[in-house]
């Protein structure tokens, strides 16, 4: 859980082919075994079990990756024959993996139908990006989701003062010694980008350096706790060591508010410096691996965990509870209890999208994060 959150990519396009047309995919298939590379929650037996106990005669295994580059460099490494199914974020799923033909299209036929019972920020229209850049190939199925930017303890600053400062909170000189930084060094150097006042996702100009060299050394300088440890973080929070962390959101701490602390909250900024937005959203896709001799489980699997019953498993998998997008469907919306929704921050969720731009590749990302990392050092 430690690196859950750790990455950064762009975007290219593969169009025109489907699944069995892809080179070197076998008109035979596999129906005895199925193997996913995923983030946690895919990989418990509560969510394993009933798929195995449907196909008997079929070995079913899922196993947690530590970050979506570590996970990605495994099917490049010879996994492409030991996988069936991937689970990453948005933006390496449309970019790396389907640009260098890792992953597969999916049956557009079998599965554009559940778009239509997901969340309206996913069905009107199906969410682009989960299809190749010009929209002709399905990837993927988005399920978990999330907006990630930072938590604060309402008993000491207010939800509303927080969202109306967005990240200016972490350069007031009376926050010094007050906040933590939890490093997802990816996500910190996003978001860093956004305190200064730029868009990570466009290259950097000489004049964006500067103040990004300077906004890192004030956060880092000033910042009381850094971990990448979000219970030890939470902790913090919650025993008032700090009254707020940069970077962080319902992911983090949604096990703390699942506990009783409403109190700790995920916030989003009312505004920023991409096009009004403050925020960043991360989405999972889960693709079909262009595994040479594909099962045909895979497909079965990702129909499987669109059932309600299922989805509610895995929003709740791996420690932590997530929104998914299949929650705009009032049969899995009341699978829910209220302590659960009110971990997910549902009450302030559509609002909180409305505010958040996708996560996209950083062009810079090298030269941003040695500065980072140096400030962090420092």
């Not at 239509?116 to 993927?140: Q, V």
């Not at 978990?144 to 109306?164: L, P, W």
């Not at 009004?276 to 099962?295: F, H, L, Q, R, Y």
């Not at 969720?349 to 980072?372: K, N, T, W």
Request: hydrophobic content about 40%; aromatic content about 10%; charged content about 20%.
């Amino acid at each position: 859980m430690i690196n859950r959150r750790q990455f950064s990519f762009g975007a290219a396009g593969l169009a025109g082919l489907s699944a069995l047309a892809l080179p070197g995919r076998s008109l035979a298939a596999r129906n005895d075994q199925l193997n996913i590379l995923c983030w946690e929650g895919y990989n418990s037996d509560d969510v394993l079990n009933p798929f195995r106990e449907r196909h008997p005669g079929a070995t079913v295994r899922a196993e947690s990756g530590t970050s979506d580059p570590e996970m990605i460099n495994r099917l490049r490494a010879g996994g492409l024959a030991q996988w069936d199914l991937i689970n990453v974020n948005q933006a390496w799923a449309r970019g790396v993996l389907f640009n260098e033909k890792l992953i597969a299209p999916l049956n557009k036929e079998r599965f554009l139908p559940y778009f239509e019972k997901m969340s309206p920020e996913f069905a009107n229209p199906p969410y682009a990006m989960a299809f190749s850049p010009d929209g002709s190939e399905l990837m993927g199925l988005p399920q978990r989701y999330g907006a990630f930017n930072f938590v604060v303890n309402t008993d000491k600053i207010s939800q509303d003062m927080a969202e109306d400062q967005g990240w200016n909170l972490f350069l007031d000189p009376a926050m010094a010694d007050r906040y933590g930084v939890l490093t997802y060094d990816n996500w910190n150097v996003m978001h860093l980008c956004m305190t200064a006042g730029f868009d990570p996702f466009k290259p950097v100009s000489e004049e964006n350096i500067g103040k990004y060299t300077e906004v890192s050394k004030q956060i880092m300088g000033n910042a009381r706790l850094m971990t990448d440890d979000l219970v030890a973080m939470n902790t913090a929070l919650i025993n008032g060591e700090i009254d707020c962390y940069f970077t962080g959101g319902v992911f983090s701490c949604s096990g703390a508010r699942y506990d009783g602390m409403s109190n700790i909250r995920g916030i989003t900024p009312r505004s920023g410096p991409v096009d009004g937005k403050g925020g960043i959203v991360w989405v999972e896709i889960t693709s079909a691996v262009n595994n040479p001799d594909p099962s045909t489980l895979a497909e079965d699997f990702l129909e499987y965990v669109q059932e309600p019953e299922i989805a509610v498993l895995v929003a709740s998998g791996g420690g932590t509870l997530n929104p998914i997008t299949q929650m705009g469907n009032p049969e899995v919306m009341a699978l829910f209890d209220e302590d659960q929704l009110d971990a997910m921050q549902v009450d302030t969720l559509a609002e909180e999208l409305s505010r958040c731009i996708e996560f996209e590749e950083v062009p810079s990302y090298d030269q941003l994060l040695a500065i980072y990392v140096e400030a962090r050092r420092g």
